[in-house]
T-cell receptor, first 112, second 116 residues
Framework: SQKIEQNSEALNIQEGKTATLTCNYTNYSPAYLQWYRQDPGRGPVFLLL?????KEKRKERLKVTFDTTLKQSLFHITASQPADSATYLC???????????FGKGTTLSVSS | GAGVSQSPSNKVTEKGKDVELRCDPI?????LYWYRQSLGQGLEFLIYFQGNSAPDKSGLPSDRFSAERTGGSVSTLTIQRTQQEDSAVYLC??????????????FGPGTRLTVL
């Protein structure tokens, strides 16, 4: 079965720096990969979706890359702000295409 | 409504009791999902509805768990004879496409279930 690893449980950076979060998966390569943000006590919120034929996708200060050879996605937040502090979740489609498989997330803390 | 809503927001119950958790998806969304999030764990898929049918219920952890959806809208997740290991946040999500997980999923705030 598909497994997802987000290799840092926690990441602490200073305001203004670029945060880089990693998502690795095993087994089959998904057609899509998604990133979500989750704040304490709330449900995840969709941020970006990248397809297998897209190497990179950007949205404002966010950038996602998808390397199907390495089976890895990188999620970057440039010019980070304390408001970016949250848990970020990587998610892939299951093989049946009926649900998302989520990583455990990386908790980002941006200090001012 | 504007988003996915869930009720109750918190539920405390005694071991052995039955509980019902409710999800109101975004109006018009055909796909509905239930996930469970335990402390320190990732989101665990439970069941997927397309309309009123559940083509994938492979994530339900035991036969004490069941879910239904009526009118292509509201869904109820029922846990019978609750156990302490059922304590978790139960999240519901909906999406607008007819084919499952490739679409953006919109999550509700979750129901925090505590089994004493």
């Amino acid at each position: 079965s598909q497994k997802i690893e987000q290799n840092s449980e926690a990441l602490n950076i200073q305001e203004g720096k670029t945060a880089t979060l990693t998502c690795n998966y095993t087994n089959y390569s998904p057609a899509y990969l998604q990133w979500y943000r989750q704040d304490p006590g709330r449900g995840p919120v969709f941020l970006l979706l990248i397809r297998e034929n897209e190497k990179e996708k950007r949205k404002e200060r966010l950038k996602v890359t998808f390397d199907t050879t390495l089976k890895q996605s990188l999620f970057h937040i440039t010019a980070s702000q304390p408001a970016d502090s949250a848990t970020y979740l990587c998610a892939l489609s299951n093989q049946a295409g009926t649900a998302l498989i989520f990583g455990k997330g990386t908790t980002l803390s941006v200090s001012s | 409504g504007a988003g996915v809503s869930q009720s109750p927001s918190n539920k405390v119950t005694e071991k052995g009791k039955d509980v019902e958790l409710r999800c109101d998806p975004i109006s018009g969304h055909t796909a509905l999902y239930w996930y469970r999030q335990s402390l320190g764990q990732g989101l665990e898929f439970l069941i997927y509805f397309q309309g009123n049918s559940a083509p994938d219920k492979s994530g339900l952890p035991s036969d004490r768990f069941s879910a239904e959806r009526t009118g292509g809208s509201v869904s109820t997740l029922t846990i019978q004879r609750t156990q302490q290991e059922d304590s978790a946040v139960y999240l519901c999500a909906s999406s607008g496409l007819t084919r499952g997980s490739t679409d953006t999923q919109y999550f509700g705030p979750g129901t925090r279930l505590t089994v004493l």
